[in-house]
């Protein structure tokens, strides 16, 4: 802690030096109006100001209590004031003097000096930190906001499926234990490119805050200016978003990149087509059976988009019978594990598997808030660390 001292007695303020520039504080003490003015000028990583009221005078004392203000606004200010002089100290404390000591003739107030200038500047700091908390929270909020600005309300229903989707951001406790809601890089989107034609897309950047909701947000528009092109196979269009994606700086800065689940189901035919650039596979729910199977393996997908330009995708393809259910999520629904846990044991994709086994007989909607439900129980009340987007589709 450093203390500067602007003092009018040079026997009080030698005893002053004596007792502040103790253990850990630096107490620099002057006895020259103008050279404490200076100092405050000069520098400005004092902790904590302490100062006379009244001298040399009533005036003057006013005035450079206004100017160490505006030097070191964020700084603790004490003021110290003789006994027949507390009556004048109502205007330093009005205009943002934090305390003050009564100057008895004795000196003992020397005594309270560390302690009172301790606690001052500790209450200012616990007040910055609780200002920088709730802009924190407010610019946290606000990227929220633009990132479930992407998520579509309003899903298709084509003919003979239901769809049903969900994101969720994940959440830390901080600032006193209250819940915060991260912004992340989260997206999903589910549309049809013609009668028979339904794209399910799930997105994943990395990290969170503004620059993955950013990155994110560059890839959504991206799959906007092109959804409607003609791709021979869901791999060339994974492709080219990546070819895309690694001319932005905002996706490639410090090392981000983001995963994408593209699929394309053909409701006619009953066929999906799918690519995978680092993203979990697919999970088939067989309704008849209640037996969950992966669609494919962990070597089924490629590498995550914004990395290498010519990077390749492959295709994969598979049947969905009648009575079953289609489930892409995002990593973050098998990742949550409880706070504390030192084994980082996750809800996994056998949590996902039990948790669809379950609610096979509940309807589709139920089912995805079910799986939800079950993942934010497996992580005994500390939340998902990681935001969490699904797709659920089933054929009915």
Known sequence: MRILVGWDDPVEADLIALYLNVSSTSATVTTNNAAFLAEAERDSGWDGVLLPTSTPDAETAWQTFCRVQQLLPDVAIVGACRTDDVFR????????????????????????????????????????????????????????????????????RPAGYGMAARYESSQIRVFGGRPVTLAGGDYYDVFMLNDNTTVLLLGDASGHGMRACMSIMTMHTLVGMIRNNEFRDTAAFVSDVNRRLCEQAIVQDEGGFITLL???????????????????????????????????SIDDGGLPLGIIPDAEYDVHKAALPARSRLLIYTD????????????????GREGIERSLKRADGLPLDEALNALFADSAAFTAGAGRHDDTSVVLAERR
């Open 89 to 156: 100290v109502a205007r330093f404390m009005r205009n943002g003097m934090r305390t003050f000591l009564i100057r008895d003739p004795a000196g003992d107030f020397m005594f309270l000096l560390q302690v009172v200038l301790e606690s001052s500047v500790e209450a200012v700091r616990a007040e910055r930190e609780r200002f920088v908390s709730e802009k924190l929270r407010e610019e946290i909020e606000a990227v929220r906001k633009l990132q479930q600005s992407i998520i579509p309300r309003d899903l298709p």
């Open 262 to 296: 593209y699929a394309v189901l053909r409701t006619d035919t009953h066929e999906l087509e799918w690519t995978s650039a680092g993203h979990p596979v697919p999970l088939l729910h067989r309704l008849a059976t209640n037996e969950v199977e992966p669609l494919g």
């Open 332 to 347: 973050g629904l098998e990742d949550a594990f409880p706070c504390g846990d030192h084994d980082h044991a996750s809800f």
